[in-house]
């Protein structure tokens, strides 16, 4: 259903690392187009976390980061904390759709 | 302190209109260009429509086109979402996000965004 597919849902327990994948294909990520990834706490709008694959903007916790290789990006959470629960949605361009485009998103649980 | 506010958002009827407004402070405005970004519990987040720095290009998703038309007034740091021919698929947060170029290139991120504007359209 979506051009990036995301894993509905990851979990982890407080200190523990967690990845998130963004799945694309030649059209989007594997085109070189770079990959961005926004945090949405419950009740609240989505929030940048990482733009252009690795950076940070500034004010994110460094224990979030961000990698593209091939036809995929992560993102990295370590050190997990109960303040981490939400969804996690990556970004990036379609040339084929000619759009900006995002993932169907990850509800992140720290059981 | 960069912030957006929307408004606008409310019930309307298949086919009706409405417009939703969005209020920009904490950064120079007309130096960049704006977006609408909507979502829905089944659908995600979806890009809806993007509008220059200068107004002079606007841009839209193809589920919108011909019917939503996005506007900004530089004089009042307020870009606009007019939205006509309401579908019951449109039904949605909608939220305004700043780019960070004054054009649209489709593969920039968004930072930051609104609260978002509910629009429910139903009989």
């Known amino acids: ?111 | 302190e960069v912030q957006l506010l929307e408004s606008g958002g409310g019930l309307a009827q298949p086919g009706g209109s409405l417009r939703l407004s969005c209020v920009a402070s904490g950064f120079t405005f007309s130096a960049y260009a704006m977006n609408w970004v909507r979502q829905t519990p089944g659908k995600g987040l979806e890009w809806v429509s993007a509008v220059s720095a200068t107004g002079s290009r606007t841009y839209y998703a193809d589920s919108v086109k011909g019917r939503f038309t996005i506007s900004r007034d530089n004089s009042k740091n307020t870009v606009n979402l007019q939205m006509d021919s309401l579908r019951d698929e449109d039904t949605a947060v909608y939220y305004c996000a700043k780019d960070p170029s004054g054009s649209y290139w489709g593969h920039n991120w968004f930072d930051p965004w609104g609260q978002g504007a509910l629009v429910t359209v139903s009989t």
């Not at chain 1, 091939?70 to 303040?83: D, H, M, N, R, V």
């Not at chain 1, 759009?99 to 059981?111: H, W």
């Open chain 1, 1 to 111: 259903q979506f051009v990036l597919t995301q894993p509905p849902s990851v979990s982890g327990a407080p200190g523990q690392r967690v990845t998130i994948s963004c799945t694309g294909s030649s059209s989007n990520i594997g085109d070189g187009y770079d990959v961005h990834w926004y945090q949405q706490l419950p009740g609240t709008a989505p929030k940048l976390l990482i733009y252009g694959n690795s950076n940070r903007p500034s004010g994110v916790s460094d224990r979030f980061s961000g990698s593209r290789s091939g036809t995929s990006a992560s993102l990295a959470i370590t050190g997990l904390q109960a303040e981490d629960e939400g969804d996690y949605y990556c970004q990036t361009y379609d040339s084929s759709l000619n759009n900006s485009i995002f993932g169907g998103g990850t509800k992140l649980t720290v059981v």
